[in-house]
């Protein structure tokens, strides 16, 4: 399910780690529902296991309460294969490491980040998921003429 964070904001700041994901990388970012702001941290180029690992050594590293997971569509909204693979890899982090996993619609995120001179466009990209999540409706407004 696609969704953003709920209006009332938790008791506590919570700390989250979003993905773009992609089948060779996967950029990541991380932001805080206090400040209610992401920012790139890096991209990961491993896959399969090795993937994992590294996102193990972030997960340690950040502590994060929650992960954000981008999910691509077709501009009409509707799915193809990637929508499918990216969710596959919110169902195995879900799995793997037992946190709470939030799917965000990433449409047209890698090109705004590339559109923003961004110098590694998946953790910017990332930034640009975790955003979207964390302040859902300024992302709708952003993004209404895209």
């Not at 992960?67 to 909204?77: A, I, N, Y």
């Not at 799917?103 to 640009?128: H, I, P, S």
Request: hydrophobic content about 45%.
């Amino acid at each position: 399910m696609l969704e953003g964070l709920a209006a009332g904001a938790p008791a506590r700041p919570q700390t989250l780690l979003s993905f773009d994901f992609g089948t060779r990388r996967v950029g990541v970012a991380c932001g805080n529902t206090l400040l209610r702001q992401a920012r790139p941290l890096r991209t990961l180029a491993a896959v399969g296991d090795a993937r994992f690992a590294a996102i193990a050594a972030l997960l340690a590293e950040w502590q994060p309460d929650a992960l954000v997971v981008g999910v691509p569509f077709h501009p009409d909204g509707a799915a193809h294969d990637n929508t499918q693979r990216a969710r596959r890899f919110a169902r195995q982090l879900q799995g793997r490491f037992g946190l709470p996993v939030h799917e965000v619609d990433e449409r047209y995120t890698t090109v705004e980040a590339l559109a923003q001179g961004a110098a590694d466009a998946d953790a910017a990209a990332a930034a640009l998921i975790l955003d979207q999540y964390l302040n859902p409706i300024a992302a709708e407004t952003d993004h209404a003429g895209t």
